[in-house]
């Protein structure tokens, strides 16, 4: 099993930062990419940004230009810089990483950190 602990969730201005972080920890073994995805309420779960272990990224549309997505591989740690933030951003924010063990892929969750923008 693979747990992933999230933090830096919580209230913010509208045009403020906020910067959130991910641990993996358990039979990691290998990982290939570790990445925030975000869920409004009444909305489907939608991507906001991913990379991979070769640095590759890839961003959400509608975040592009604000948020920044870095990694620690050694301490197996990802972090969400989010400046210029909207009201519109506001959701819960989960971690999430893919890799493998021997014998199987694995794709695990985080429990979810609450980012608000008040405007």
């Known amino acids: 099993q693979v747990q992933l602990v999230e933090s830096g969730g919580g209230l913010v201005q509208a045009g403020g930062p906020l910067r959130l972080s991910c641990t993996a920890s358990?039979?990691?073994?290998?990982?290939?990419?570790m990445g925030w995805y975000r869920q409004a309420p009444g909305k489907h779960r939608e991507l906001v940004a991913v990379?991979?272990?070769?640095?590759?990224?890839n961003y959400g549309d509608s975040v592009k230009g604000r948020f920044t997505i870095s990694r620690d591989s050694a301490k197996s740690s990802v972090f969400l810089q989010m400046n210029s933030l909207k009201p519109e951003d506001t959701a819960v924010y989960y971690c999430n990483v893919k890799g493998s063990r021997p014998g199987r892929n694995y794709v695990s969750w985080g429990q979810g950190t609450q980012v608000t923008v008040s405007s």
């Open positions: 358990g039979s990691i073994f290998v990982i290939y990419a």
């Open positions: 990379i991979t272990n070769s640095g590759s990224t």
